[in-house]
């Protein structure tokens, strides 16, 4: 049957070239429309790969060369051409090996004051245009021309064959010859011109398409710098943003404004941004390294541009996807063990980072601190552990003690009900509307209210009764000379005396401690000033923020305002109201603009210009000795109105996309609001949209590469007070001080007699930084020598993070873990009794303290080190690695190794992991699989917190190994050391798609419960273990029965059934049967 339909259309096909009956012609030409007009494009393919674009080529050239040229067969033939065109790629080609290109050409001129057959030649025209070779052609052989005849001043009638003719003209532009072709003959004026004309005289909108058509010309023309150029020269600026700016919110208008937006972007100017030099404002001499000079932006002539459009970007693609050229297919590499990276001997040195191993029971006793805990501090009576200096701070220590109780149990409660109830305990915020401050219910003055409804004095009041300086209330000076100033003891006095009378407590933080240890905190620069929210502390909100609904057309009118600042330069104040570049101060308090500061640890602001009253563009610092990795931000700002929407561009942003496009804000810290007891950071912004702008790095900066691109960040904000005093962050900050703080107060926090908690120093930084190394692991049960063989022989578990400065979340889910394994929780205590946990809270303390966003003080993602890391240039990763060679050597790998770390393009919470075979599957490279042997359990974690965590998913999980990933610590703890569970654990610094958090924004609490999930995680992996011991089994039914009372008992049954399906096959029949007992007696 095929056959002979083939042989059918071949004889149609073969009858129509050699034909010359009109009759037959038409009746064929009719047949064939009738064929291809229904069904699928399938039909069409078909028709093309029978030669049926030749017979018809054919059959027009035949045609077309009679002496008198038959319309009646020429119009049908055009029509099936432009239909049969569209789907043949090389139907441009064809034509001109036909000799149908010329001819097409010459019907046209033919026909310019007959509409309908120049329409179909326009028709034809436009498909083998579609080939640029083919539409430089057209070009050398006069087509523009021709089409300006056709393409009139604004007129009502022969409208579709001008359509047409702005179509044919669009397409031939995309050829570069045809583009500088129209630049010198002046076209680019006249395409101006006719567009306004349409423009203006088109008011009911009815021809939206020709007017669409004119400008997509002018879009091909200006990909050209010399069509940019002419287009500048003729005021194309400026006549298409007067054009468009009374029709922004027609909706009829969109096919036009969206071009409109493309070729202004393309054409504004490209620039370098408004800083003396590419590199850090601050500098860091690294050993070894000889000092360049900094690379400096030239002017604009040094720019290479691509011309690249980017339209507005309104879905969410986000990064997920391997590239399957970057998957490692060498066998070899992915399954052979490279040799130690050291001498042997070396390894020695980490048995001090070891003592559980060695220890009597005597020695740990005496000894429960580390190398971290020695100092004494000139505030040490104001730690408020085991102290009571005075009656207030003696209250002050009761509620500490007592918020971290509440800490504890809301903690526990979380665990249990997350895992046997599968219910959130977030209170979930009600949806507001775009714009709505989160403080909106706070009045700005006078007597206010904590939360907890208590009265609090008027702070406005009491701040000009004392009259305090606002720094030294809100940045506490810290320096060598710390006792010694007399300006830094009254502000000590002053922040004395806000903490009595308005401190809220936070659990586990103390203001004092937090003080002393900044004093021993070194940044390259030596900070001077505290950030007034790190040294009060912060407590998550009661409810959980949405994420921002965006709103449609944001971007389009930010790249608008950008546009008026170019064509209207008299209305930008543009003035450098702060620096880190220029002499300070720049800033006058009495002057009419916002105070910025940012020489705080972790703070980043370079650079703040105030462009109109209530606007600034903002310039990020880069990371130290780098010339690249602008996003993490955290600044002061004051000076501010209420109830006033102030506007911020971060200019200098560098990656392509951002979750600030799809529902992400920014945090805010409110000094006013802490003071009023509510010290938060809260989810902020609106109008909040991430974009390419036009500033560009020169090729000189970038080292003779073409200059990358820059993409603008803006928000707006409306502040909650005036004259406040905010701050503003890309993420929740957690500053290496707070780290700092927070372990000496879980130290001194724990029971000594059940919990083994240890600070060593891993190493010291570049930077001169203590890196801690924390172990945690239960007390053995008396000094014998059976406890003391069980408290030894317990595996380990290794948790890493914050390798990645500005990936401040992952310092969040760290301080959940930490406080969960030293909790009364029975889940800890389990943990604890089963496992060492050797713990990394911060790999790179140094790019923490000084405000970068990925690397340390040599200019180096440390994440791309551990192959072969430097004892001098990356210390903190070349003790990782030794650390974890040693218990490599002693043959105690851990049984999973975690990286914790930040994502800035996902959602959700997941984890990367490492598989030998997905990784040849997706690289469809299946040779040699078949002989592989690989435990699949590396899945088995991932598996079990997409169950538990409701931040967590599955689905975002991958395993596969990339060569650009070969030298992170998954990749080198999996293959050197051979732990097949090799993690990195992703946390989104946007929030949910799904599950349970579904459109909500990440908070710290949800971060700390992510922490606090995966530690129970590796409980029921444990569990699942083939090696898991009759002892923990029945521990862990007893725990599951403890909690009867608490939950639902449907469902816990249902969880009860679940654990005994898992460990029936592996468990003695004696603990089955404890289970089943547990299990009959819920059901009863």
Same mark, same amino acid.
């Given at each position: 049957?095929?056959?002979?339909?083939?042989?059918?259309?071949?004889?149609?096909?073969?009858?129509?070239?050699?034909?010359?009956?009109?009759?037959?012609?038409?009746?064929?030409?009719?047949?064939?429309?009738?064929?291809?007009?229904?069904?699928?494009?399938?039909?069409?393919?078909?028709?093309?790969?029978?030669?049926?674009?030749?017979?018809?080529?054919?059959?027009?050239?035949?045609?077309?060369?009679?002496?008198?040229?038959?319309?009646?067969?020429?119009?049908?033939?055009? *029509?099936?051409?432009?239909?049969?065109?569209?789907?043949?790629?090389?139907?441009?080609?064809?034509?001109?090996?036909?000799?149908?290109?010329?001819?097409?050409?010459?019907?046209?001129?033919?026909?310019?004051?007959?509409?309908?057959?120049?329409?179909?030649?326009?028709?034809?025209?436009?498909?083998?245009?579609?080939?640029?070779?083919?539409?430089?052609?057209?070009?050398?052989?006069?087509?523009?021309?021709?089409?300006?005849?056709?393409?009139?001043?604004?007129?009502?009638?022969?409208?579709?064959?001008?359509?047409?003719?702005?179509?044919?003209?669009?397409? /031939?532009?995309?050829?570069?010859?045809?583009?500088? @072709?129209?630049?010198?003959?002046?076209?680019?004026?006249?395409?101006?011109?006719?567009?306004?004309?349409?423009?203006?005289?088109?008011?009911?909108?009815?021809?939206?398409?020709?007017?669409?058509?004119?400008?997509?010309?002018?879009?091909?023309?200006?990909?050209?710098?010399?069509?940019?150029?002419?287009?500048?020269?003729?005021?194309?600026?400026?006549?298409?943003?007067?054009?468009?700016?009374?029709?922004?919110?027609?909706?009829?208008?969109?096919?036009?404004?969206?071009?409109?937006?493309?070729?202004? *972007?393309?054409?504004?100017?490209?620039?370098?941004?408004?800083?003396?030099?590419?590199?850090?404002?601050?500098?860091?001499?690294?050993?070894?390294?000889?000092?360049?000079?900094?690379?400096?932006?030239?002017?604009?002539?040094?720019?290479?541009?691509?011309?690249?459009?980017?339209?507005?970007?309104?879905?969410?693609?986000?990064?997920?996807?391997?590239?399957?050229?970057?998957?490692?297919?060498?066998?070899?590499?992915?399954?052979?063990?490279?040799?130690?990276? @050291?001498?042997?001997?070396?390894?020695?040195?980490?048995?001090?980072?070891?003592?559980?191993?060695?220890?009597?029971?005597?020695?740990?006793?005496?000894?429960?601190?580390?190398?971290?805990?020695?100092?004494?501090?000139?505030?040490?009576?104001?730690?408020?552990?085991?102290?009571?200096?005075?009656?207030?701070?003696?209250?002050?220590?009761?509620?500490?003690?007592?918020?971290?109780?509440?800490?504890?149990?809301?903690?526990?409660?979380?665990?249990?009900?997350?895992?046997?109830?599968?219910?959130?305990?977030?209170?979930?915020?009600?949806?507001?509307?775009?714009?709505?401050?989160?403080?909106?219910?706070?009045?700005?003055?006078?007597?206010?209210?904590?939360?907890?409804?208590?009265?609090?004095?008027?702070?406005?009041?009491?701040?000009?009764?004392?009259?305090?300086?606002?720094?030294?209330?809100?940045?506490?000076?810290?320096?060598?000379?710390?006792?010694?100033?007399?300006?830094?003891?009254?502000?000590?006095?002053?922040?004395?005396? /806000?903490?009595?009378?308005?401190?809220?407590?936070?659990?586990?933080?103390?203001?004092? &401690?937090?003080?002393?240890?900044?004093?021993?905190?070194?940044?390259?620069?030596?900070?001077?000033?505290?950030?007034?929210?790190?040294?009060?502390?912060?407590?998550?909100?009661?409810?959980?923020?949405?994420?921002?609904? @965006?709103?449609?057309?944001?971007?389009?009118?930010?790249?608008?305002?950008?546009?008026?600042?170019?064509?209207?330069?008299?209305?930008?104040?543009?003035?450098?109201?702060?620096?880190?570049?220029?002499?300070?101060?720049?800033?006058?308090?009495?002057?009419?603009?916002?105070?910025?500061?940012?020489?705080?640890?972790?703070?980043?602001?370079?650079?703040?210009?105030?462009?109109?009253?209530?606007?600034?563009?903002? =310039?990020?610092?880069?990371?130290?000795?780098?010339?690249?990795?602008?996003?993490?931000?955290?600044?002061?700002?004051?000076?501010?109105?209420?109830?006033?929407?102030?506007?911020?561009?971060?200019?200098?942003?560098?990656?392509?996309?951002?979750?600030?496009?799809?529902?992400?804000?920014?945090?805010?810290?409110?000094?006013?609001?802490?003071? &009023?007891?509510?010290?938060?950071?809260?989810?902020?912004?609106?109008?909040?949209?991430?974009?390419?702008?036009?500033?560009?790095?020169?090729?000189?900066?970038?080292?003779?590469?073409?200059?990358?691109?820059?993409?603008?960040?803006?928000?707006?904000?409306?502040?909650?007070?005036?004259?406040?005093?905010?701050?503003?962050?890309?993420?929740?900050?957690?500053?290496?001080?707070?780290?700092?703080?927070?372990?000496?107060?879980?130290?001194?926090?724990?029971?000594?007699?059940?919990?083994?908690? *240890?600070?060593?120093?891993?190493?010291?930084?570049?930077?001169?930084?203590?890196?801690?190394?924390?172990?945690?692991?239960?007390?053995?049960?008396?000094?014998?020598?059976?406890?003391?063989?069980?408290?030894?022989? @317990?595996?380990?578990?290794?948790?890493?993070?914050?390798?990645?400065?500005?990936?401040?979340?992952?310092?969040?889910?760290?301080?959940?873990? /930490?406080?969960?394994?030293?909790?009364?929780?029975?889940?800890?205590?389990?943990?604890?009794?089963?496992?060492?946990?050797?713990?990394?809270?911060? &790999?790179?303390?140094?790019?923490?303290?000084?405000?970068?966003?990925?690397?340390?003080?040599?200019?180096?993602?440390?994440?791309?080190?551990?192959?072969?890391?430097?004892?001098?240039?990356?210390?903190?990763?070349?003790?990782?690695?030794?650390? /974890?060679?040693?218990?490599?050597?002693?043959?105690?790998?851990?049984?999973?190794?975690?990286?914790?770390?930040?994502?800035?393009?996902?959602?959700?919470?997941?984890?990367?992991?490492?598989?030998?075979?997905?990784? =040849?599957?997706?690289?469809?490279?299946?040779?040699?699989?078949?002989?592989?042997?690989?435990?699949?359990?590396?899945?088995?974690?991932?598996?079990? &917190?997409?169950?538990?965590?409701?931040?967590?998913?599955?689905?975002?999980?991958?395993?596969?190994?990339?060569?650009? *990933?070969?030298?992170?610590?998954?990749?080198?703890?999996?293959?050197?050391?051979?732990?097949?569970?090799?993690?990195?654990?992703?946390?989104?610094?946007?929030?949910?798609?799904?599950?349970?958090?579904?459109?909500?924004?990440?908070?710290?609490?949800?971060?700390?419960?992510?922490?606090?999930?995966?530690?129970?995680?590796?409980?029921?992996?444990?569990?699942?273990?083939?090696?898991?011991?009759?002892?923990?089994?029945?521990?862990?039914?007893?725990?599951?029965?403890?909690?009867?009372?608490?939950?639902?008992?449907?469902?816990?049954?249902?969880?009860?059934?679940?654990?005994?399906?898992?460990?029936?096959?592996?468990?003695?029949?004696?603990?089955?049967?404890?289970?089943?007992?547990?299990?009959?007696?819920?059901?009863?």
């Amino acid at each position: 049957m095929a056959e002979q339909e083939a042989s059918g259309l071949q004889v149609l096909l073969h009858t129509l070239q050699s034909s010359s009956d009109k009759k037959s012609i038409l009746t064929i030409l009719k047949v064939l429309g009738d064929l291809l007009s229904v069904g699928t494009d399938r039909r069409i393919h078909y028709m093309i790969s029978k030669g049926g674009s030749e017979a018809l080529l054919q059959t027009l050239v035949d045609t077309a060369r009679t002496a008198s040229p038959d319309y009646d067969i020429l119009l049908p033939l055009f *029509r099936l051409l432009a239909k049969v065109g569209l789907r043949d790629k090389k139907i441009g080609r064809k034509a001109l090996e036909l000799e149908a290109l010329d001819v097409t050409l010459i019907l046209a001129r033919k026909n310019l004051s007959h509409d309908q057959n120049l329409l179909h030649c326009l028709w034809a025209l436009r498909v083998f245009a579609s080939s640029v070779s083919m539409g430089a052609m057209l070009g050398i052989n006069g087509a523009m021309e021709l089409l300006f005849k056709v393409i009139t001043p604004y007129t009502q009638k022969r409208t579709q064959t001008i359509r047409a003719a702005t179509e044919v003209l669009a397409v /031939l532009l995309k050829s570069k010859s045809n583009g500088r @072709r129209a630049v010198n003959r002046g076209y680019v004026t006249s395409l101006l011109w006719l567009h306004q004309d349409w423009h203006s005289r088109d008011t009911a909108n009815t021809y939206v398409q020709i007017r669409r058509g004119l400008l997509l010309c002018l879009k091909h023309i200006s990909a050209l710098r010399s069509g940019r150029e002419a287009f500048l020269a003729a005021q194309g600026m400026e006549i298409l943003f007067s054009t468009t700016q009374n029709c922004l919110d027609d909706k009829s208008m969109e096919p036009v404004i969206s071009v409109v937006l493309q070729i202004l *972007r393309q054409c504004y100017p490209k620039s370098p941004l408004p800083l003396v030099t590419a590199s850090s404002a601050y500098a860091f001499p690294v050993p070894g390294h000889i000092a360049t000079e900094p690379p400096c932006d030239l002017p604009e002539e040094d720019f290479e541009d691509d011309g690249d459009d980017e339209v507005d970007k309104d879905s969410d693609t986000e990064d997920g996807k391997v590239e399957d050229d970057d998957l490692e297919t060498d066998v070899n590499k992915l399954t052979s063990k490279p040799g130690l990276d @050291r001498p042997e001997e070396e390894l020695m040195q980490y048995e001090a980072m070891c003592l559980e191993l060695s220890y009597s029971f005597e020695e740990l006793e005496s000894k429960p601190g580390g190398d971290l805990n020695s100092e004494t501090t000139q505030y040490a009576n104001h730690h408020h552990i085991l102290t009571a200096a005075s009656s207030k701070q003696h209250c002050y220590n009761k509620d500490q003690s007592s918020c971290g109780q509440e800490r504890e149990d809301s903690v526990r409660s979380s665990l249990l009900c997350m895992v046997k109830t599968q219910r959130s305990t977030v209170h979930l915020g009600s949806k507001r509307k775009p714009g709505v401050n989160p403080y909106q219910n706070v009045q700005s003055n006078s007597l206010g209210r904590d939360s907890s409804g208590s009265e609090i004095p008027d702070i406005q009041a009491s701040l000009k009764a004392d009259a305090w300086d606002i720094d030294a209330i809100f940045c506490p000076r810290m320096s060598a000379s710390f006792s010694n100033s007399t300006r830094t003891g009254e502000a000590v006095e002053v922040i004395d005396k /806000l903490l009595q009378t308005h401190l809220k407590c936070v659990p586990f933080h103390d203001p004092y &401690l937090y003080m002393a240890k900044a004093r021993r905190t070194s940044s390259v620069v030596d900070f001077k000033m505290v950030a007034f929210p790190d040294v009060w502390g912060h407590c998550p909100p009661s409810t959980t923020q949405p994420m921002l609904e @965006r709103k449609c057309g944001v971007q389009r009118i930010r790249i608008f305002e950008d546009i008026r600042r170019l064509i209207q330069p008299s209305d930008v104040i543009n003035k450098v109201v702060f620096s880190l570049d220029e002499p300070w101060p720049l800033q006058d308090n009495a002057s009419n603009c916002l105070q910025f500061f940012s020489k705080f640890e972790s703070g980043n602001l370079r650079k703040a210009i105030q462009v109109r009253e209530f606007e600034y563009d903002l =310039l990020v610092n880069v990371d130290v000795n780098s010339t690249q990795h602008q996003q993490w931000f955290y600044f002061k700002v004051s000076g501010m109105q209420a109830a006033v929407p102030y506007h911020f561009n971060i200019i200098n942003c560098e990656k392509p996309n951002s979750q600030f496009n799809y529902g992400m804000q920014p945090t805010l810290y409110s000094v006013k609001e802490a003071l &009023l007891g509510r010290p938060t950071w809260i989810r902020t912004g609106y109008e909040i949209c991430y974009y390419k702008n036009h500033y560009r790095q020169s090729t000189a900066a970038a080292g003779g590469a073409s200059g990358k691109c820059y993409y603008t960040l803006t928000f707006a904000v409306t502040f909650p007070h005036n004259e406040d005093v905010c701050y503003l962050a890309y993420h929740y900050p957690y500053t290496y001080t707070a780290l700092m703080t927070h372990l000496d107060i879980l130290e001194k926090s724990v029971n000594l007699k059940e919990v083994y908690f *240890r600070q060593d120093v891993l190493c010291q930084t570049l930077g001169g930084n203590p890196c801690p190394l924390v172990t945690i692991t239960a007390m053995p049960e008396s000094n014998s020598d059976e406890h003391l063989e069980q408290f030894r022989h @317990r595996p380990y578990q290794v948790i890493t993070a914050r390798v990645h400065p500005g990936e401040s979340n992952a310092s969040w889910v760290m301080k959940g873990t /930490l406080e969960f394994l030293v909790s009364s929780d029975p889940v800890a205590r389990l943990l604890r009794e089963n496992f060492i946990f050797k713990i990394i809270p911060m &790999l790179n303390p140094d790019g923490v303290i000084n405000g970068n966003h990925r690397c340390s003080l040599s200019g180096e993602d440390l994440n791309r080190q551990w192959l072969s890391p430097s004892a001098h240039l990356q210390p903190t990763i070349y003790h990782a690695k030794g650390l /974890l060679y040693h218990l490599s050597s002693i043959g105690r790998s851990p049984v999973v190794f975690c990286d914790f770390h930040g994502h800035s393009q996902k959602k959700n919470v997941f984890l990367y992991g490492c598989s030998i075979k997905e990784t =040849l599957w997706q690289a469809a490279c299946t040779v040699g699989t078949s002989t592989i042997l690989e435990d699949v359990n590396y899945r088995t974690l991932p598996k079990i &917190l997409d169950k538990l965590a409701p931040a967590f998913t599955m689905s975002s999980c991958s395993f596969l190994v990339e060569k650009s *990933r070969a030298s992170t610590a998954r990749v080198v703890v999996w293959r050197e050391m051979g732990v097949s569970r090799s993690y990195t654990m992703e946390s989104s610094y946007c929030g949910c798609n799904q599950g349970p958090y579904q459109g909500l924004q990440f908070g710290t609490r949800e971060l700390e419960e992510m922490g606090a999930m995966f530690c129970l995680g590796l409980l029921i992996l444990e569990l699942k273990s083939a090696s898991c011991s009759h002892q923990l089994l029945a521990r862990a039914a007893t725990l599951l029965s403890a909690e009867e009372e608490a939950l639902d008992q449907h469902l816990q049954r249902k969880y009860i059934k679940r654990v005994i399906k898992v460990l029936k096959m592996r468990t003695s029949w004696y603990v089955f049967h404890l289970l089943s007992i547990e299990l009959s007696h819920h059901e009863t």
